[in-house]
T-cell receptor
Framework: DIQLTQSPSFLSASVGDRVTITCRAS??????LAWYQQKPGKAPKLLIY???TLESGVPSRFSGSGSGTEFTLTINSLQPEDFATYYC?????????FGGGTKVEIK | QVHLVQSGAEVKKPGASVKVSCKAS????????MHWVRQAPGQRLEWMGW????????KYSQKFQGRVTITWDTSANAAYMELSSLRSEDTAIYYC???????????WGQGTLITVSS
């Protein structure tokens, strides 16, 4: 199984900050790596797929990068609606797996 | 607009089974697979399995093999996930999510809370 480790698991940031979340894989998922945003009481929402492709309708302040076994999600100029938990997911091999999540809270 | 609507919350006793439904609209149901993912309190998202809505073929996570059954009804545009031999650790929110191949899961259903308690 491909294990995904996210860091940090929690971060405190202010509106306008630039935030970076890292997802490390135990084996390379090729670029079949997606990022999701989940708000309390809601289902996850797809933000980025194929490591760096922005999902339609997602603000351009979100971006993805990386390759091999290390991937990042960056949020430029954090907005109030961005405070949420973020998960990475690998879609390269079964079982499909998710990272442990990164909770972004208001400082 | 693609929309997935799941059945409501349930409380089950240990050892029982539960079946959650996921009704799809806004697209051709048989054109895409459907996944099931669960999220226990404070835990990460956990993939359980999926069904190919074109032919009913399924693939399950080994963790749930033997306890989970995913089915579908093309006439109802619905997928179902049944989990048997429930235990307290199965208390979680269960989601269905539409497959987009290697480009992720989207959209997701609203989630169904299953509580296992004696």
């Amino acid at each position: 199984d491909i294990q995904l480790t996210q860091s940090p698991s929690f971060l405190s940031a202010s509106v306008g900050d630039r935030v970076t979340i890292t997802c490390r894989a135990s084996q390379g998922p090729s670029n079949y790596l997606a990022w999701y945003q989940q708000k309390p009481g809601k289902a996850p929402k797809l933000l980025i797929y194929a490591a760096f492709t922005l999902e339609s309708g997602v603000p351009s302040r979100f971006s993805g990068s990386g390759s091999g076994t290390e991937f990042t999600l960056t949020i430029n100029s954090l907005q109030p609606e961005d405070f949420a938990t973020y998960y990475c997911q690998q879609l390269n091999s079964y079982p499909l797996t998710f990272g442990g999540g990164t909770k972004v809270e208001i400082k | 607009q693609v929309h997935l609507v799941q059945s409501g919350a349930e409380v089950k006793k240990p050892g029982a089974s539960v079946k959650v439904s996921c009704k799809a609209s806004g697209y051709t149901f048989t054109s895409d697979a459907m996944h099931w993912v669960r999220q226990a309190p404070g835990q990460r998202l956990e993939w359980m399995g999926w069904i190919n809505a074109a032919n009913g073929n399924t693939k399950y996570s080994q963790k749930f093999q033997g306890r989970v059954t995913i089915t579908w009804d093309t006439s109802a545009n619905a997928a179902y996930m049944e989990l048997s031999s429930l235990r307290s650790e199965d208390t979680a929110i269960y989601y269905c999510a539409k497959d987009r191949g290697p480009t992720g899961f989207s959209p997701w259903g609203q989630g169904t809370l299953i509580t296992v308690s004696s």
